[in-house]
C-alpha cells in the first residue's frame, strides 16, 4: 500500500463548479499535512498546510479525518487558472520528521 | 522570497557518463533535498541533507550519490548514468529543526540517459 494514496483523475469540471479531492495517508504518525500545487511542467508549490481544525484560504478550503487518516481540498467557483496537478503531502516519522511524503497527484482541468 | 536554482533545465547525457546535478538556495535553509519525478510514480526522495557535510538516504538512493560542501549548495551525482535514471530531477530546501516544514522547489533538470 501506498503511504499517500490520491485518485490521479483527470478531474474535468466547467468554470464555477465546486470540485473536492481526497487523499488518504498509512503512517497514523503524521503530523503535518499539505496541499501543493503543480503547473504543468513546473515544479511544485505550497498552496497550503492543513490544520486538524480545518483551514479555508479564499476559495479553497483543507480538511483533515486523522480517525480516517484522509485530507480532503475544496475548490470552489474554480477557475481556468486553477487547472493543475494537487499532491497531498504528509510528514512521516523518520528523522526527527523533516521528510515529507508526496502522492502521486490529481489532476484537474477547469473548462470554458 | 525563497529562491532555489538548479544549474540546468535540460540535460542529455550518454550511458556510463559521471553526471553532476547543482543546487543552490538563497535563504539560508538548514536542510536540502532531492527528488526525482516519473509519470506514475510521483515524487521520490533519493537524498537529503539537514547540515553542511551531513546525508540521509531517501527511498530510492542507489545509483545517486550527494555532495553537501556548503550550506547554500547540494549536489547530486549519478555516478555511472543509466537510461533509468532518466527523469526530472528537482532540488527542494527548507528550514531545520524537527518540525516538517514547507519545502520549496527549483524549477527541475530533464534529464535524459541515452
Known amino acids: 500500500r501506498k503511504e499517500v494514496e490520491q485518485d490521479p483523475g483527470p478531474f474535468n469540471v466547467p468554470e464555477g463548479a465546486t470540485v473536492a479531492f481526497n487523499c488518504t495517508y498509512s503512517n497514523s504518525a503524521s503530523q503535518s499535512f499539505f496541499w501543493y500545487r503543480q503547473d504543468c511542467r513546473k515544479e511544485p508549490k505550497l498552496l497550503m498546510s492543513?490544520?486538524?481544525s480545518g483551514n479555508e484560504d479564499g476559495r479553497f478550503t483543507a480538511q483533515l479525518n486523522r480517525a480516517s487518516q484522509y485530507i480532503s481540498l475544496l475548490i470552489r467557483d474554480s477557475k481556468l487558472s486553477d487547472s493543475a496537478t494537487y499532491l497531498c503531502?504528509?510528514?512521516?516519522?523518520?528523522?526527527?520528521?523533516?521528510?515529507?511524503?508526496f502522492g502521486g497527484g490529481t489532476r484537474l482541468m477547469v473548462k470554458p | 522570497d525563497v529562491k532555489v536554482t538548479q544549474s540546468s533545465r535540460y540535460l542529455v547525457k550518454r550511458t556510463g557518463e559521471k553526471v553532476f546535478l547543482e543546487c543552490v538556495q538563497d535563504m539560508d535553509h538548514e536542510n536540502m533535498f532531492w527528488y526525482r519525478q516519473d509519470p506514475g510514480l510521483g515524487l521520490r526522495l533519493i537524498y537529503f541533507?539537514?547540515?553542511?557535510?551531513?546525508?540521509e538516504k531517501g527511498d530510492i538512493p542507489e545509483g545517486y550519490s550527494v555532495s553537501r560542501e556548503k550550506k547554500e549548495r547540494f549536489s547530486l551525482i549519478l555516478e555511472s548514468a543509466s537510461t533509468n535514471q532518466t527523469s526530472m530531477y528537482l532540488c527542494a530546501s527548507s528550514w531545520g529543526g524537527t518540525v516538517a516544514d514547507t519545502q520549496y522547489f527549483g524549477p527541475g533538470t530533464r534529464l535524459t540517459v541515452l
Open positions: 492543513v490544520y486538524s
Open positions: 503531502v504528509v510528514n512521516n516519522d523518520r528523522n526527527a520528521g523533516n521528510m515529507l511524503t
Open positions: 541533507s539537514y547540515d553542511v557535510k551531513m546525508k
